[in-house]
């Protein structure tokens, strides 16, 4: 009964005149609210007393799943651990409270740490410069193709409008270059997983603007070729271009700069341990080699010669990307975290995120599928089970991880295989979680064998089971009227 009166809605918990507070009789007259503004239906709210309200909503979080509940093993997105001290310093009263366009002299802190985190930056990706200003990795990656198309421009070569982009490659990269108003041409990728280099090859031609790659690739595995790429891609005059979503495992060890990368962008949430989801806030900060500096986008933060430091715009920049400076809430947190860390404890990071991988994926590849017989870095895809009689798809193991308190891997992705279940375990978990998902995935493949219908029919402990995803995002319910007459 409890469980059932606490799994309502609020609004099935109200109750005509019931409230949890009082308000006084301020004495002042009432307000005459003009008639084209005032409410000609009372406004359908809830009446409920505080703790229902507070129990409602405590309820309803414990139901969410985060880096703060559980282990989080989403291959590609990395879910990494958000240090609390991060938010204690963007929370700082100094820093929270400022103003956007609040002048230069009176916020020299703020702008020293934004410059601070632009060269810390640079040296981590090898590169000249960055601007902070993109609001998320996919505008990261715009930002950056515009900048390649500024480039192309500046010399009169209008006719590279060609983007090359490997089918293992994130979505955001084809979608990013149309978005740019540029061609998308996708070149295949090999068994292993790594790009085809003599098929690219063929490709190159002058009207190729830029190769955007990922290294490690999407299946975890380090583009070994990188160096032929990158020189036969700068032969042809075209520039590469770095998807930083994969950095965390390369941190302190290998540099895209040091590769030949011409621009990349870094996913702050990725590697910098920044929050990840629920529609931001996001950061996809973007870096540039020498000779590229100029057309970054406006407003950019520089150091004067005098020490301090200024916001500049520049006439060869391609534009302005972010009303300000980009979201700086959160890369105070990034830098919060590269300072915390510092030098050695950041090659540390990568190091640690690769070995929880190759542990994971060493102590299943007897009952799952493993397509890609290599050392991986942070992360690797399983192709299903290995035994494939039962019928139990990733889908399937995906829910029963649901029942064993873990959220499941990113499954289905990347397309090379039929049934992609991507894991990356990040630095930041222990042997002892590492230990018990591999119990539970170990236990799943046993459960599939013997009782595949346990497995088939999961999740059984969580308060949705299987909803009609298609349906759900083709007609979602967003409002209480809808989903009270959707059950009458």
């Known amino acids: 009964m409890n469980k059932e009166y606490y799994g309502k809605l609020i609004f099935e918990l109200s109750r005509e005149g019931r409230s949890g507070a009082a308000i006084p009789d301020a004495g002042c007259p009432d307000a005459q609210i003009p008639a084209a503004l005032a409410r000609v239906h009372t406004p359908e709210l809830p009446q409920a007393d505080e703790p229902t309200v507070v129990r409602h909503y405590t309820n309803m979080s414990a139901n969410n799943f985060g880096v703060d509940t559980g282990f989080y093993p989403l291959g590609s997105c990395t879910m990494k651990y958000n240090p609390k001290i991060n938010e204690e310093m963007c929370s700082l009263p100094a820093m929270a409270s400022l103003h956007p366009h609040a002048p230069a002299e009176t916020t020299q802190g703020a702008l020293e740490a934004y410059w601070t985190l632009q060269r810390a930056l640079s040296e981590i990706g090898g590169m000249a410069e960055f601007t902070l200003n993109p609001f998320s990795g996919a505008h990261g990656e715009l930002t950056g193709l515009m900048v390649i198309r500024a480039y192309h421009d500046s010399w009169g070569d209008h006719a590279r409008t060609k983007v090359i982009v490997p089918d293992s490659a994130h979505g955001t990269n084809p979608a990013s270059a149309a978005v740019a108003g540029l061609k998308v041409v996708e070149v295949k990728s090999l068994p292993d997983g790594t790009v085809d280099a003599d098929a690219l090859e063929a490709m190159l031609d002058d009207?190729?603007?830029?190769?955007?790659?990922?290294?490690?690739?999407?299946?975890?595995?380090?583009?070994?070729?990188?160096?032929?790429?990158?020189?036969?891609?700068?032969?042809?005059?075209?520039?590469?271009?770095?998807?930083?979503?994969?950095?965390?495992?390369?941190?302190?060890?290998?540099?895209?700069?040091?590769?030949?990368?011409?621009?990349?962008?870094?996913?702050?949430?990725?590697?910098?341990?920044?929050?990840?989801?629920?529609?931001?806030?996001?950061?996809?900060?973007?870096?540039?080699?020498?000779?590229?500096?100029?057309?970054?986008?406006?407003?950019?933060?520089?150091?004067?010669?005098?020490?301090?430091?200024?916001?500049?715009?520049?006439?060869?920049?391609?534009?302005?990307?972010?009303?300000?400076?980009?979201?700086?809430?959160?890369?105070?947190?990034?830098?919060?975290?590269?300072?915390?860390?510092?030098?050695?404890?950041?090659?540390?990071?990568?190091?640690?995120?690769?070995?929880?991988?190759?542990?994971?994926?060493?102590?299943?590849?007897?009952?799952?599928?493993?397509?890609?017989?290599?050392?991986?870095?942070?992360?690797?895809?399983?192709?299903?089970?290995?035994?494939?009689?039962?019928?139990?798809?990733?889908?399937?193991?995906?829910?029963?991880?649901?029942?064993?308190?873990?959220?499941?891997?990113?499954?289905?992705?990347?397309?090379?295989?039929?049934?992609?279940?991507?894991?990356?375990?990040?630095?930041?978990?222990?042997?002892?979680?590492?230990?018990?998902?591999?119990?539970?995935?170990?236990?799943?493949?046993?459960?599939?064998?013997?009782?595949?219908?346990?497995?088939?029919?999961?999740?059984?402990?969580?308060?949705?089971?299987?909803?009609?995803?298609?349906?759900?995002?083709?007609?979602p319910t967003v409002t209480w009227k809808e989903l009270k007459n959707s059950a009458g």
């Open 207 to 475: 009207s190729v603007a830029a190769v955007m790659m990922t290294n490690p690739n999407t299946a975890g595995i380090f583009e070994s070729n990188v160096a032929r790429i990158t020189d036969m891609v700068h032969r042809a005059g075209a520039l590469m271009y770095y998807d930083g979503a994969n950095l965390n495992p390369m941190l302190g060890i290998a540099r895209p700069g040091d590769m030949g990368f011409d621009v990349m962008h870094i996913n702050l949430h990725k590697t910098f341990s920044t929050p990840h989801g629920g529609g931001g806030p996001g950061s996809g900060p973007v870096g540039v080699r020498d000779g590229l500096e100029k057309f970054l986008p406006n407003p950019r933060v520089v150091k004067n010669s005098d020490g301090t430091f200024g916001i500049t715009a520049s006439g060869e920049a391609l534009g302005s990307i972010s009303a300000t400076l980009g979201n700086f809430a959160v890369q105070l947190r990034a830098l919060s975290y590269i300072l915390s860390l510092g030098k050695e404890g950041l090659a540390e990071a990568g190091l640690l995120a690769t070995l929880n991988a190759n542990y994971i994926k060493e102590s299943l590849r007897d009952l799952y599928k493993l397509p890609i017989d290599r050392v991986c870095k942070h992360e690797f895809v399983f192709d299903g089970l290995a035994d494939k009689n039962s019928g139990v798809t990733t889908l399937d193991i995906a829910k029963r991880l649901l029942d064993y308190g873990f959220h499941a891997p990113t499954i289905y992705f990347p397309l090379l295989f039929h049934e992609s279940l991507m894991i990356e375990p990040t630095e930041t978990e222990s042997k002892e979680t590492l230990d018990c998902f591999i119990k539970a995935m170990r236990d799943i493949a046993r459960e599939a064998a013997e009782n595949p219908e346990v497995v088939k029919t999961a999740p059984h402990t969580t308060p949705v089971s299987r909803p009609d995803d298609t349906a759900a995002a083709l007609n």
